[in-house]
């Protein structure tokens, strides 16, 4: 079964730092480019991140650009979101997601996500 | 970046009902556009991705068409299941961009 579970979520103060993590399974990790998606609550999704397969070629938002950085490790199927500087606009769900092999850029895959909360 | 106009943002419809949600994107994009279901508490699910290829899996009652920078969804009969919102997704370049969703009520 393919499967996607997100870990490191919690709160954290205005200006802390958290570190997700995505366990993948059920496919070959190592082919996929892979993203995190954000919602934020009773709001709707917003794309934060990309990775390619080996991780040479990222992509971020500009709402998160020089504050989160995404990475992988092939060799056991992980998928992480290093976030600092957070800020109360970041408190969401973050849904780490696999990239539907193909040219275009489609979701084929979500985790049930991992919830953020920013706060004092 | 494109933005993803979804329309109407709320229907309230009745099972049995076809149901049709609109998507303008503000500049082309070919056909690369992807709806998705998301039921409360839970995690978005693909329906439709190049405009009109249905995912595997999904219904037949739900099907996508495109003219020009506006998208459509359309659910032919609305069974019990289908309540949710509904979001399009242009997957033509970065950032990826959705739409504001539609949700669908119980009528």
């Known amino acids: 079964e393919v499967q996607l579970v997100e870990s490191g979520g919690g709160l954290v103060q205005p200006g802390g730092s958290l570190r997700l993590s995505c366990a993948a399974s059920?496919?070959?990790?190592?082919?996929?480019?892979m993203h995190w998606v954000r919602q934020a609550p009773g709001k709707g999704l917003v794309w934060v991140s990309r990775?390619?397969?080996?991780?040479?070629?990222?992509t971020y938002a500009d709402s998160v650009e020089g504050r989160f950085t995404i990475s992988r490790d092939n060799a056991n199927s992980m998928l992480y979101l290093q976030m600092n500087s957070l800020r109360a606009e970041d408190t969401a769900v973050y849904f780490c997601?696999?990239?539907?092999?193909?040219?275009?850029?489609?979701?084929?895959?979500w985790g049930k996500g991992t919830t953020v909360t920013v706060s004092s | 970046d494109i933005q993803m106009t979804q329309s109407p943002s709320s229907v309230s419809a009745s099972v049995g009902d076809r149901v049709t949600i609109t998507c303008r994107a503000g500049?082309?994009?070919?056909?690369?556009l992807a709806w998705y279901q998301q039921k409360p508490g839970k995690a978005p699910e693909l329906l439709i991705y190049?405009?009109?290829t249905l995912q595997s899996g999904v219904s037949s009652r739900f099907s996508g068409s495109v003219s020009g920078t506006d998208f459509t969804l359309t659910i032919s009969s609305l069974q019990p299941e289908d309540f949710a919102t509904y979001y399009c997704?242009?997957?033509?370049?970065?950032?990826?961009?959705f739409g504001g969703g539609t949700k669908v009520e119980i009528k």
């Open positions: 997704q242009q997957g033509n370049s970065f950032p990826l961009t």
């Open positions: 190049d405009a009109s």
């Open positions: 059920g496919f070959t990790f190592s082919s996929d480019w």
């Open positions: 997601v696999r990239d539907r092999p193909g040219p275009h850029f489609y979701i084929d895959v």
């Open positions: 990775i390619d397969t080996d991780g040479s070629g990222t």
């Open positions: 500049q082309g994009i070919s056909s690369w």
